[in-house]
């Protein structure tokens, strides 16, 4: 693939940024007591993580931000604007993350401690973010708007595809946040979805796109270096988010969409599983399938061990990032 090498290296640096400037980082928040606060919901297991500094997102969006403006430079400011496309995803990065660190901050310091922004608040500016990324790919990048394996052509789904393009960001910014309850589990699960997507933007010539996704496996990896159990800090809604939106966003750009469920299978089951817990409780007047939602609650209250249950899941969406990859490219 050609700029895998390039891709690779960006990786390992982006990784190095991220550990290097981690630890100053968890400290400044320390200092600044950005610590989580735990609902009383969640499994009693988790009560021993309350205020540990949370709003880690920023641990490994300003690496991936810094180098990947460094390296499109000579583009973005050149007369040929060759690498102009990585400010959409950068964009919508940017966009969740403000949303995201808005909800944290209200969670930890506003009105609403302990429960961050209302959701409908949420929703609506997530909505609002999604709908202009959308017009972006479609009027100004042009992008695909839908791959099939088998067809020869893109297929053109018209303005519609605004409403299925907004929809797929907020979805999966939403996924990745669901996702991000057990220490280590949406940094891990993230790594292998950018990943598949990452080979299939090289695959796809898109050289820019693939160094951009392997920007973000390298910064995730090193975020992981302080997220592991016991986690010493938390993505938060400020992370989640963003790497949601921004998965959506760069699935989008490819056209292989439709693959999305599949290569982030597990941001997609967690989800899936609060749809169908929320409806199946109004249905039966107060009874659940699980033991509580998100899944990975669920496995925690069964008796799975934190670290058991983030290496399953991860090895489930290897699995899933691998079919989903070779499904993308089906003849």
Not at 34 to 47: A, L, W
Not at 187 to 195: N, Q
Not at 257 to 265: E, R, S
């Amino acid at each position: 693939m050609r700029g895998s090498s390039l891709a690779i290296a960006i990786s390992s640096i982006s990784f190095l940024l991220t550990v290097i400037w981690g630890g100053p980082f968890i400290r400044m928040l320390r200092q600044l007591n950005i610590g989580k606060i735990i609902r009383i919901d969640v499994p009693e297991s988790h009560m021993a993580k309350m205020n540990t500094p949370t709003m880690g997102g920023f641990m490994f969006l300003i690496p991936i931000t810094l180098l990947t403006v460094i390296l499109n430079a000579v583009s973005l400011f050149g007369s040929r604007l060759i690498g102009s496309s990585i400010l959409v995803p950068l964009a919508a990065m940017w966009g969740f993350a403000a949303i995201g660190a808005v909800d944290d901050w209200e969670g930890i310091r506003g009105p609403r401690r302990g429960l961050g922004m209302r959701g409908r608040t949420k929703f609506l500016l997530q909505c609002l973010v999604a709908l202009v990324i959308a017009y972006a790919l479609k009027e100004i990048l042009l992008i695909p708007h839908l791959l099939w394996p088998t067809s020869p052509i893109p297929l053109n789904l018209g303005w519609f595809y605004l409403v299925v393009a907004a929809f797929v960001i907020v979805a999966y910014s939403n996924a990745i946040n669901l996702t991000d309850g057990i220490d280590g589990l949406a940094g891990m699960i993230s790594i292998g979805a950018f990943g598949a997507y990452g080979i299939i933007a090289l695959m796809q010539g898109q050289i820019y796109l693939g160094r951009f996704c392997f920007s973000i496996i390298g910064a995730l990896a090193g975020f992981l270096w302080f997220n592991g159990k016991p986690a010493a800090l938390y993505m938060g809604d400020t992370g989640s988010q963003a790497l949601g939106a921004t998965l959506a966003v760069i699935a989008l750009m490819t056209g292989r969409w439709l693959f999305l469920p599949l290569i982030a299978i597990i941001p997609t089951a967690e989800v899936l599983s609060v749809i169908i817990q929320v409806l199946y409780f109004k249905a039966t007047g107060g009874k659940r399938i699980f033991k509580k939602t998100p899944i990975h609650h669920h496995f925690e209250m069964i008796g799975w061990e934190e670290n058991q249950i983030v290496m399953r899941f991860w090895l489930i969406e290897l699995i899933g990032a691998m079919l989903g990859l070779s499904l993308a490219f089906m003849s």
